[in-house]
Each structure stands twice: as C-alpha cells, then as structure tokens.
C-alpha cells in the first residue's frame, strides 16, 4: 500500500545515501517512472515541517522546512527554509535540536529481527555507543602512542646523552692549554702594570723638582703685584671724588621721575611674563597640531587596511562558496561509489558504516578544532591589545608626572612673589608656622601612606594564601622530603659500608624559601637526589658497594674533582627575576662546588613571559616550573602528579605556619596604622588651608593661582592613581586571558590527538577494504573521499580565515579607527583653545609695550638736565685711564716672568698627561702586590720576556675551547635534564591512561544501569507480573564480555533470549528499545509495524507504553493492528493507488464506531 514509502521518505529527507536503505538499486531509482498512464518526473523531492515555536533549532523561524531535491543524474539539492545548503549542515542541525538520523529512534521493518539475534558483544557495543566510550578509547590510544612516542624520546635522548660525553673528553686537552695560555696572560698584565706604576712613580719625582722652581718665580712676581697695589689705591681715591658727586646727581633727579621709572620697571617685567606664556602657549599649539597630523595619518592607514581587508574577506566568501559546490559533487560521487558496493557483500557495507562513522566523527572534531584555533588567535590578539593599552597607560602616567613638576616649579615662583608683596614683617608673621610647607609635606605623606596602604594589599593576600598552603601541605611535606630511594641508600651506606667522607644528598645539604621549590624540582628533578662525596675515590668505593649490594644506582659529587664552568650573568633590575637559583638556597659553603654544578646555571623568574624575555644563555625556570633552557626550548604544562624531589626542610612547617601567622598581623596591624595616619594628616591639611586663607589677604589673586596649580597637581595625582588601578586591572585582565589561553592550547592539543587517533581507525578500516574483490570500486572511492577531505581541508582553512580577518575588521581596525576620530576630536578642540590663549596674549603684549614706549620718551627728556654734572664726573673718569696705563706699564714686567711660570706649568702639565696615559694603559681589574711595586722596571721587563716565551712553547692555542666546552657542557646538563624530563612524561601518561580507564567504566556503568533499569520498568509495563534485566558476562571486566537479556515473562522462570517464544522475544527488544529510548529521547520516533508478530493483548500494552513515552515526545507508528490504531492521536491511511501512494486523514472517533461494528458483526456471527 506504500506506508514504508513515507518512512523511505523520511530517511530520504533527512540526508539517507544508501540506496538500499531506501529500498532502491540506485539513488535515481526513487524518481518516478511515470506507471500507467504518466509521463515519467525528472526529479523527486520530499519537505519535512518541524514546529520550531520551543526554539529547538537555533533558527529564528518559529517554523523549520527542510527540503531535499534529486535529478536523474543522482545529484541531491538540500535546502533549509527555501535557502540552498548541504547534507552536513542539515545534519548538524539536526543534531543540534537532539534529532538522531539513521539511530535507535527509527526503527525499520526487519530491524527488530536484527536486534533479536545480535551477539552479547554486539549489545555491550551498543551500549559503549550509547555512553560515548569510544571517546575515551580515541584518548587512550592517543595516550598510548604519545607514550609510544616519549620512550623513542626517551632512547633518543640517551643517545646524544653518550655523543655529547665523548665531544667533552675530546675537548679536555684543548681546554687545559687554553686556561694555561690565560693565566699566563693574566701574570703578562701583573707585571705590564707594575712596570707602568714604577715609570709613573719616577715622573711624580721630577714633578716635585719643578714645583721648587715654580715656588721662586712666583716671589718675584708677588713684588711687582705690591707697586700695582699702590697704583690701585690711588685710583680708588679718585672713585671717591666721583662717588661725592653722585648725590647732586640724585638730587637732580625729582620725584616724578622716580615714579616713571618703577612704573617702567614693572611694565617691562610684566611683558616678560607675557612673552613667556605666549612662547608657552605657542609650543603647545605645535605639539597639538603634530599629535593631530599623526592621529590623520593613522585613520588614513587604518582605512586602507581596512579596504584591504574587507577585500580579503570578499575572496575568502567567492572560494567558500566554490568550495562547498565541490564538496557537494565529491559527495554525490561518493554516494555513487557506495551504493554500487552495498550490492556486493554485507561486511564491505559495515565496514563502510563504520569508515563513514568515523569520518563524520573526523568532520566534527576538526570543526571543533577550527573553533579552538579561532579562539587561540582571538585571545592572542586580547592580550597584545591589553598590553598596547597598558604601555599607553604608562606614557601617561609619565607625561603627568612631568606636568606636576613643571605645576611645582610655578607654585614655587608664586609663592615667591607672593612673599615679596607682603614685606618683610608680614612674612614673618604670615610664614611663621610653615604653612605652605607643611601641607605639601602632609599631602605628600598621604599619597605615600595610601600608596602603602595599596602596596599591602597585594601581601596581605599573598600572606594569606600562603598560609594556607602551608597549611594543607603541612603533613604531606615531611612524607614526600623523606621518602625515596636514595634516601634508603644513604643509610645503608652511612651505617654499614664504613666508608668514609659521605656528606650526604643535595636535598639533605641545603634549604630555600618554599615558593621556590616548585621551580627548582622542575629546574633540577631528580639531580636532588645526588650525593655528595669528597672525591672521587669515595665515589668509586660507594659504587662498588652498591653493586656488591644490588642496592641500586646513584650519582654522586666529587667535591675535590667536580668540573662545571663559572657562571655570573648581569641580570636586569627585575622584581620579576629572584636571580640565579644557588643565591637562593642555603647552605654550608664547604659544599660550595656541589651546588654550583647542580644550580649555577639555573635562572629563577616569576612567570613565562619574564623567562621568555630574559636572553641569557642559562635554563630560566618560572614558579609555576615552567623551563626555557639555553637554548630557547620551551618546557611545561600541567603535572598531574606531585613533585617526588625537593629540599628537606631544616624547620618544620609548623614552625614556619606560625612565622607567617605572626608577619599576616604585623601586616593587619601596619594597615590599620596607616587608615589613621592618613586621618589625622587629612584633617590637618584642612585646618592649615583656613590659616593660610585668612593671612593671605594682600595676596588673593596669587593665592588663587597657587590654589588652582595645586588642584591641578592634585588632580593629576587622582589621574595617576586611576591611571594606575586601570594599569592593575589590565595586568589582571592579561593574565586570564594567558589562562584561558593556555586553556585554549591544552585543549587543541587534546582535539588534535583525538583527531590523529581517528585518522588511524579510519586508515585501518581502510586497509580491510582495500583487500576486498571490488578494489577498482574502492580505489576510486579512496581517490574520491581524498580529495574530499582536501577539499573540506581547504574550505575549513578558508572558514578560519574568514572568522580571523572579521574579527580584525569589527574588533580592531574599525575600533581603532574610532577612537584616533575621537583623539582627532580632543586635540582639534585643544588647538582652537591654543589659538584663543595666543590671541589674547598677543593683544595684551602690543598694549603693554605702547605703553612702556611711551613712559621711555617722557623719562629721556626729564635726563637732560643732568649733561652738565655728567660733564665733570667724566673728567674724574679720565684721571682714573691715566693711573691704570702705568699699571700696564708693571704687568709688562710681570709678562716675561709669567712666561717662565707658563713654560714650567707646561712641562708640568705634559708630565700629568703622561702619567695619565700610563695610568690609561694600567688595567683596573688587574690587582698588583705592593712588593712588586718596589722592583725595578728592568725586573718586569725580564718578566715580561720570561712570559711570552712560555706562550710560545705552547704554539696556536684554540681560546675558543673554553667556551666551546662550556657549551658542550651546558648542552650535556641539558640533555641531562631533559632525559629526566621526559621519565617523568612517562611517569604522568601512565597516570593518565588508569584515569582515562577508571572513568571509561564508570562513564559505561552509569549508562548500562540506567539502561537497564528503565528496560525492567519498560518490560513490568508491558508484561504485567514480569520482570527482565541486563547482565554482564563479565561483571569484573566488563568490556571483555558481552551483554546477555534475562527475562521472566509473566508467572515464568528466568531464561535467556535464545529460549522465549517469537512473541516473548519481540516484546522483550520492544521493551530494551523503549528502555534507551527513555535514557536516550529524541524528539519524533518513527516505528514501522513493531507490533507485527504481537497479539492483541501485547499489542495493545505496546501501543499504551508509547501512549505514556508520547508526552515527551512525538511517536509515528506504522502498524496493521486495531488496538494500536484506537490509542493514536491522529490517524492516517495509506493506500497504492495505480501505483502511486495516497495518503487520507481519517476521523479516530469513526474510525473507532467502524471498528466496533465489524466486531458486534463477529460478535451476532458466532452467536448465529
């Protein structure tokens, strides 16, 4: 009658390619041939409603179409809504409204069969699908070949461990003669600088020799200076006269003239201050003008780039779309290929299931990794953001410090001129307490105290996480610092080996500060467990104990032979770099060598960019114990296991818990004192503000100068204050983002592994398929879904770059380009105010200069009455020329004497000059012992002749070894370090893996008993009195047995599957389908004639269980059976009419009266 035909259709809608599925030889098959009567379709389509008004699917529609379309060709053309789209986006749609095509939610005629006979195995597989175990397998085995993967490192590492070794012994010579060829050029600059001292010594003689002389000429010139005095007195006789005149010049002068004259001063002093707020004003309209062109230039790069972009973005669209239409003919190719081998065996078709299984799993896990990778680049691009606003931040906070410095400097001036306008007396009185003084140091000492106050907080929270820790760590530290190996060595070496000069372990030897053992178990390992010897012969008698013993290995420190090279880098003022590790661990410095070796080249900093940033050639190792060697390797992660190694402590926890106890109080106490300091000091400053108001009242306008400065500066405080809370919560921001970053990178590690993982299933699956008859076929399929997945490769690739160049466009370049608008805006602003401000100076600088011109030309005229005594004090002035000419007369005798003093300073000077020369050439950092300095010059010369040749017998000499062996030697420790780094690799993947197993069966146990309690509440329902259960084969290891289904129909004894009757066995698979339905709800379920092989009585208690499970979601049920039809809500018939299906809406409720009269039909029949 065709009602398997709507089920085909549904199958069909829903994105089915198998044809046989659909009951077809091929997919084009399903298009209609025209029958009796009919000209033949060239398509066929099917659409399928969904009511969307709960907002299932994410579309905003409250109705959902989706439609699919194939031609005679076997082309398929999926729409959503009238919108083209593809097979994979309707079943990601599908899948996000909790839709399950192909699933246990539609089940077929003959499906039941199948379930019926399927193996335990089968069953327990079910299951594991169902509870998603084959994730944690895809992980395990991911796990098992990164482990795999870690002992080829492992043996790798061992290799070059042995190169490495024998590249030292090789360079060992070479080094030898190179340290002896320096320290005979370290004794070559000892007498070099002696011979040079003694030289300088002889020249500071024949300075002394030349300073008698100096002494005598110095007498002679000192007589000729007395006559010169003479002269000078005599002159000064004469300035007297003049001087007499000087008050009948004053009385000449009236009082009018005084008064133009102070006003002229005070005009012209007052255009000075004009000039200077004008040149002021005009350097800051520059400096506007040049941020405004700059921030120009920026908006009009950003644009371009901005074109650039949306360019880029329009190319990216045009090969998306390209991409997806040959996706879509790689996909119908495939569908070809498949349904031509479904035709030949029934294990091509599971394999097949599977290998398309596994590349949908493919296609997900990489969406999912394009969307890890999208928000790597995103958080990537977060962080570099902040930290450009961070940077800007500190310009800021730089430029206002420089403003209040400058606001100070004119406060300061103020204040002066201020003082000046109130007298003397005035001052006195006015600045008796200080005033001004004091409130600047009050004020100063509150923002001292507040930045104090926020310095301690950060401490304080510090402090108290680290009581805490130390807290929880308290009984767990001594455990884990005792335990071990070679701590059972060392005991058994100290108590019964009787050999002597054994010290102990680095960890027994030495203490550090806890926040840095982290870092230093990382850093060193197991390089902790190293014992300390006094040479090599003790070294050698432990190791042959040990092997005597069969105790095991161990390594152990020569003291006396210890080989490492000395390393003291200059490292940058950091409170980020706590220094080299060795500086911060105590410990007895006759062990000195020991700890040098193990930690010298070991650089401990805060965090990772701080490692990254420091380039020296050392291992930089973070708190978290994150490690950047020498060589820029980059180690860390998460450990999933504590550390094994450390320092012993030399006091106990507790002790130290009650030390930090006591400093967190001391902390509390400090704050509370600072609150009430700033107090007091506020209320202080606001007293002094009323005195200084109530004596200034000579000077208000200056005083409200000083007052508005001094808002400014305090103004500039806040803002740097602000300034700085945004800079910390930047820095807060910055690092969540590097959090969630790192988050990020762990988890596209985890999907890559993943996807690595399914790759191999995929290929293995593929193998079997290959060894197939049809290899032609699978060839070109194989060709076929290559090129597929290139393709879905590059679209995916494309999809990424889309995402990246819009998130660019809205987060970056477009809000960049805004605020520069915005910057262009404020300075435009500033600049007309900088114009306004020089106008106005301008105008009031041409007004105050008139009238200084003017006040000049009436003070010019009043002079003239002074000419005539002028006259006379000029005669006086040519008396004086006449008295200096003869004093010229006795420098010209001076001269010569002069020129003696001159040649002997000269030679002096020369002599000073060499010496300073030789001093040049003494090296500084080249110490000489005071008795050489008391041989002759002849004796360092021999020395010098001595010491070359020497350095002539040794030949060429390779300086170059030094350095070269340190590298080796640094590259060995290295290796070294890192062969005990990938141990513990090794140590953490196992780990992993029992966890990975661990949840894989809980995960698995929590969905079989779910199942099968639902199971046994499905089959108490559908056989009254009954009960049924699932059961493992192999309760202890579940996933190496199977599943087996007990039942008790009714009154009945327990029995397997194998051993019910057809009718039991089919309610029994009805009950555990409606039992993972219920663990498992879809929203629709499509059965087709379930209730086929029932008699009515089970029938009708099928048809009331769906009735019940039909509240929570949509049942559409195919069947034959009265009782069934009379529970349904709506009923449909389906009838072949001349060979096409129709389809008729038929009333329940006559539906019903026609069913009861066909049995009261029966009913009068039997009677009769």
């Given amino acids: ?159 070059l461990l042995n190169e490495v070794y024998l590249q030292l012994e090789q360079l060992e010579k070479e080094k030898q003669d190179a340290e002896k060829f320096l320290e005979l050029e370290a004794k070559e600059k000892i007498h070099q600088n002696a011979f040079i001292q003694t030289q300088i010594n002889q020249t500071k003689h024949n300075l002394e020799v030349m300073g008698e002389k100096k002494v005598l000429i110095t007498q002679q010139i000192q007589e000729i200076q007395a006559k010169q005095k003479d002269l000078h007195a005599e002159i000064r006789d004469i300035e007297l006269k003049i001087h007499a005149l000087l008050p009948k010049i004053r009385d000449l002068q009236d009082e009018e003239l005084r008064k133009l004259t102070s006003q002229l001063k005070l005009i012209k002093e007052e255009i000075t201050e004009q000039n200077a707020s004008l040149k002021y004003s005009k350097q800051n309209l520059e400096n506007f003008e040049d941020e405004r062109k700059k921030l120009y230039a920026k908006i009009s790069e950003l644009e371009q780039e901005e074109h650039q972009v949306l360019q880029k973005i329009t190319d990216l669209e045009n090969k998306k779309e390209s991409f997806s239409e040959q996706i879509q003919i790689k996909e119908n190719e495939i569908q070809t290929f498949n349904n031509q081998l479904e035709t030949i065996d029934r294990d ?105 106050m926020k310095n301690i907080k950060p401490i304080l929270l510090q402090k108290q996480q680290k009581v805490f820790e130390l807290q929880s760590q308290q009984r767990l530290e001594k455990e884990m610092n005792h335990a071990g190996r070679i701590s059972a060595i060392l005991k058994e070496l100290r108590q019964k080996s009787q050999i002597e000069g054994i010290h102990g372990s680095i960890a027994e030897l030495g203490t550090t500060d806890p926040k840095f053992q982290k870092a230093l178990d990382m850093a060193v390992g197991s390089r902790f467990q190293y014992i300390v010897v006094d040479n090599q012969q003790v070294g050698e008698m432990c190791i042959k104990y040990l092997k005597k013993k069969n105790l095991g290995r161990a390594s152990f420190i020569p003291l006396q032979e210890i080989k490492y090279s000395p390393f003291s880098p200059s490292l940058p003022s950091n409170k980020k770099i706590f220094g080299r590790a060795i500086d911060l661990i105590k410990f007895d410095q006759k062990f000195y060598h020991a700890f040098e070796y193990i930690f010298g080249r070991i650089i401990i900093v805060e965090d990772l960019i701080t490692a990254r940033q420091l380039q020296v050639p050392a291992k930089r190792v973070t708190l978290d114990g994150d490690i950047v060697d020498g060589s820029n390797l980059m180690t860390g992660g998460k450990m999933k296991s504590s550390s094994r190694f450390g320092f012993f402590k030399g006091k106990t926890e507790k002790n130290i818990l009650h030390q930090e106890k006591a400093e967190l109080a001391d902390l509390l106490q400090q704050e509370n004192q600072l609150s009430v ?122 999809e990424v770059e889309l995402a990246k160049n819009q998130t660019i466009l809205s987060d970056t370049l477009r809000k960049n380009r805004k605020e520069a608008q915005a910057l262009i805006k404020e300075k435009s602003e500033q600049i007309e105010k900088s114009y306004q401000q020089i106008q106005d100076l301008t105008e009031r600088i041409s007004e105050s200069q008139a009238q200084f011109d003017s006040l000049q030309t009436t003070v010019d005229q009043k002079s003239q009455k002074l000419a005539k005594i002028l006259k006379e004090k000029d005669n006086l002035t040519m008396q004086i020329s006449e008295k200096k000419i003869q004093v010229a007369k006795f420098e010209n005798q001076v001269h010569p004497l002069n020129m003696q003093l001159n040649t002997i300073e ?64 640094v590259r060995f420790n290295e290796l070294q370090q890192k062969n005990e780094q990938v141990i513990d690799e090794r140590e953490a993947i196992l780990a992993f893996i029992d966890s990975l197993e661990q949840e894989k069966l809980r995960v698995f146990m929590n969905n079989f008993n779910a199942i099968n309690s639902n199971f046994g509440y499905v089959f108490g329902k559908l056989s009254p009195g009954g009960e049924a259960k699932l059961e493992l084969e192999n309760p202890e290891t579940p996933f190496d047995g199977g599943i087996q289904i007990l039942a008790r129909p009714g009154e009945k004894k327990w029995c397997l599957t194998q051993a019910m009757s057809g009718g039991e066995k089919t309610l029994t698979i009805i009950a555990l389908i409606l039992g993972i339905q219920m663990h498992v709800p879809s929203p629709y379920y499509i059965l087709d004639e379930i209730d086929a092989a029932l008699d009515d009585v089970n029938a009708s208690l099928v048809a009331e269980m769906i009735k019940e499970l039909s509240v929570k979601s949509q049942f559409v049920i195919i069947t034959h059976r009265d009782v069934t039809m009379a529970r349904v809500d709506h009923l449909l018939g389906v009838s072949n009419i001349e060979g096409v299906t129709s389809v008729l809406n038929l009333s329940i409720q006559k539906v019903l009266q026609q069913i009861q009269a066909n049995e009261n039909k029966n009913e009068g029949v039997i009677q009769t």
């Fill in 906 to 969: 000269i030679k002096a000077n020369e002599m000073e000059i060499k010496i300073q020369e030789w001093k040049c050439q003494i090296n500084p950092e080249v110490r000489i012992e005071p008795l050489l300095l008391e041989k002759s010059p002849d004796y360092h010369q021999k020395q010098l002749r001595e010491i070359q040749k020497l350095k002539d017998q040794l030949g060429p000499v390779n300086l170059r070894a030094i350095d070269k062996y340190r590298e080796i030697e």
């Fill in 1 to 159: 009658s065709g009602k398997s035909n709507i089920i085909d259709a549904f199958s069909f809608v829903l994105g089915e390619l198998s044809s046989k599925t659909l009951r077809a030889n091929n997919i084009k098959d399903l298009i209609s041939n025209g029958g009796k009567g009919f000209e033949p379709s060239q398509t066929a389509s099917v659409e399928i409603f969904f009511d969307n008004s709960d907002q299932g699917f994410p579309l905003e529609s409250q109705e959902v179409c989706i439609s699919r379309k194939i031609n005679r060709s076997g082309q398929s053309v999926y729409k959503i809504n009238n919108k083209r789209t593809t097979r994979k986006e309707i079943i990601n749609l599908l899948d996000l409204a909790g839709f399950m095509p192909n699933s246990s939610n539609m089940i077929m005629q003959g499906e039941l069969f199948r379930l019926i006979n399927m193996s335990p195995n089968d069953r327990r597989e079910l299951i594991e699908e169902i509870a998603g175990i084959s994730s944690y397998n895809n992980k395990k085995q991911s796990a098992e070949e990164e482990l795999n993967q870690v002992q080829s490192n492992l043996a790798q590492v061992s290799l």
């Fill in 348 to 452: 091509y078709i599971e394999l097949k299931k599977k290998a398309n299984q596994l590349q949908n799993r493919i296609d997900q896990v990489k969406d999912k990794r394009s969307e890890i990778d999208l928000a790597l680049k995103v958080n990537q691009r977060r962080i570099k953001d902040l930290e450009t606003r961070k940077i800007s931040l500190d310009q800021k906070i730089y430029q206002k410090l420089q403003e209040i410095e400058k606001l100070k400097q004119n406060v300061a001036d103020l204040e002066k001129k201020q003082m000046e306008k109130l007298g003397l007396s005035e001052i006195n009185s006015f600045s008796k307490g200080n005033i001004e003084k004091k409130i600047e140091e009050l004020e100063e000492n509150v923002v001292r105290w507040q930045h104090e």
């Fill in 677 to 798: 300091q700033i107090r007091h000091a506020q209320d202080e400053i606001s007293r002094l503000y009323k005195i200084k108001i109530s004596g200034a009242n000579k000077t208000k306008e200056i005083s409200e100068q000083i007052a508005i400065n001094n808002a400014k500066i305090h103004q500039l405080h806040a803002d740097i204050v602000q300034n700085k809370k945004e800079i910390e919560q930047l820095e807060m921001n910055i690092q969540d983002f590097s959090q969630l970053l790192k988050e990020n990178q762990d988890t596209f590690k985890e999907i890559s592994n993943e996807l690595d993982m399914l790759k191999t299933q995929l290929a293995d699956i593929q193998k079997q398929l290959d060894s197939s008859e049809e290899s032609q076929i699978k060839t070109k399929l194989r060709k076929t879904e290559k090129e597929l997945a290139d393709f879905t490769k590059n679209l995916n690739k494309i």
